[in-house]
């Protein structure tokens, strides 16, 4: 038997503290405190929409680097990053956005600087997953499928120009959620920057395109394989962390892809980016990309869903619920994890690939933050423990966003709070809720 990671929790019930309140009083504490954080700096800086997404990303740099929960490690940390963006602009001015996120992945790897004083995390080995067991993929389920791809070839005959827009959209960023519910639900691993992936794939289509002079079919090919390498070169490095620290390298790795792509004006465009990236001419019309883009798809998401029923999907589901157990009988849980973080960033660049040419350009964004919360909404949305789960969230988000948009201008709060609502009401995800509820029907039935 493996050991159990130690909690406080049975201490703290022991003396009678309130847990809930005590967990509430700690997130107000923490709130205040960020509260403060950001008044202060309003001399400095003015407000915008976008420093929470900033913010939120050098606040994980410092906690890295400065080693989890320690005070003086999170102050030495803040310190140096303050000093990187301060000066580094004058020593390397066409990396400055690198800098900050190069020391992050060091500081990932190597022991924090505030090692001494830090509270080592343990390292929790897929103890705290859900352990749930997938519903066989069965009769029902084969149905399911051949009606949904006979609804989604059908729905042009209904839908007008935005509809195949908005359908071509859905299923690229399905496959996108697809894709990240790999590592996430069933690798148990958590990846806060996998729109590397899916930008890497698209700038890779567009620049074979562009710089090469390769036709649409072989910039389509160029976009899973180099995502697909990329993600393996990377992935080397990021399995052989845990917890948090691997969360912070996979979020380095996409805000320097972002850098890059943002930086090497020369090549990508820099913040302009590249227009006039088009498909071939046979399939230059709306109703020919859609189908185009239903057939790939299509059958990457058959090969991923069907890869979670293989031997190998189950020794990765294996190594999330107990790595120690899981390397006792022989799985190679690196290895394991390496092989999705390819497989994963393959299929996301494919996405990407499908992306650029449904969009006609291409810019950073598609490598900011914003994509990977994208991602990771759209598989919690759905249920990160089912097989399907990221396809109808994938839907479910992209029609919440085409309804309420166009509601009001306060759309983004609208937005936010709709996705509360769905959290709460379906918390296994909108796929996790109908398998239970299938399953009660099935047991109450027998």
């Not at 019309?285 to 990457?300: D, M, N, P």
């Not at 031997?311 to 190594?319: D, M, N, V």
């Not at 393959?346 to 964004?365: C, E």
């Not at 009001?408 to 809720?433: H, Q």
Request: proline share 4%.
């Amino acid at each position: 038997m493996c050991a159990q990671p130690l909690t406080t929790a049975p201490w703290l019930s022991a003396l009678g503290v309130n847990q809930a309140l005590l967990f509430t009083g700690t997130v107000f504490l923490g709130c205040a405190l960020v509260g403060l954080g950001g008044a202060l700096q309003i001399p400095k800086a003015p407000a915008n929409s976008h420093m929470d997404v900033n913010i939120i990303a050098e606040a994980f740099v410092v906690t890295v680097i400065g080693g989890m929960g320690s005070v003086p490690g999170a102050f030495l940390a803040a310190v140096l990053i303050g000093l990187l963006q301060a000066f580094g602009i004058l020593i390397f001015p066409k990396i400055t956005l690198v800098l900050v996120f190069l020391d992050a992945g060091g500081g990932a790897r190597r022991a924090p600087l505030g090692a001494r004083w830090a509270r080592l995390e343990p390292e929790l080995r897929g103890e705290a997953a859900l352990m749930v067991l997938l519903r066989p993929w069965d009769r029902t389920m084969t149905f399911l499928a051949i009606g949904a791809l006979v609804a989604l070839a059908a729905f042009p005959l209904v839908a007008d120009a935005f509809a195949l827009k908005l359908g071509i959209e859905v299923m690229v960023f399905a496959l996108f959620a697809l894709s990240l519910n790999l590592l996430l639900g069933h690798g148990g691993v958590i990846s806060f920057g996998h729109a590397a992936w899916f930008g890497i794939g698209a700038y890779a289509s567009a620049l074979v395109l562009r710089h090469a002079g390769a036709p649409m079919e072989l910039a389509l090919l160029a976009a899973p394989i180099i995502a697909g390498l990329c993600a393996f070169a990377a992935g080397w490095f990021i399995v052989r962390l845990s917890g948090v620290y691997l969360a912070m390298l996979t979020l380095a790795v996409a805000q320097l892809a972002y850098a890059i792509a943002f930086q090497w004006v020369e090549v990508t465009g820099g913040d302009n980016g590249l227009i006039g990236i088009w498909p071939s001419d046979w399939a230059s019309g709306r109703l020919v990309y859609y189908y185009l883009t239903l057939v790939l798809t299509g059958i990457a998401a058959a090969f991923l869903i069907r890869l979670v029923f293989t031997p190998f999907g189950h020794g990765l589901r294996a190594a999330r619920d107990s790595a120690l157990r899981a390397e006792s009988i022989g799985i190679d849980v690196r290895k394991q994890r390496l092989v999705a973080f390819a497989i994963a960033g393959a299929a996301a660049g494919l996405a990407g690939g499908l992306y650029v040419f449904s969009k006609g350009n291409i810019d950073p964004s598609v490598l900011a933050i914003p994509t990977s919360v994208d991602a990771l909404t759209m598989a919690l949305l759905g249920g990160i423990q089912t097989v399907t789960g990221p396809l109808l969230g994938a839907a479910g988000l992209h029609l919440l966003k085409d309804f309420v948009m166009p509601l009001t201008d306060y759309w983004r709060t609208l937005l936010g709070l709709t996705i509360i609502a769905l959290v709460l009401l379906f918390p296994a995800g909108i796929a996790g809720t109908l398998r239970n509820l299938l399953s009660r029907r099935e047991g109450g039935a027998s």
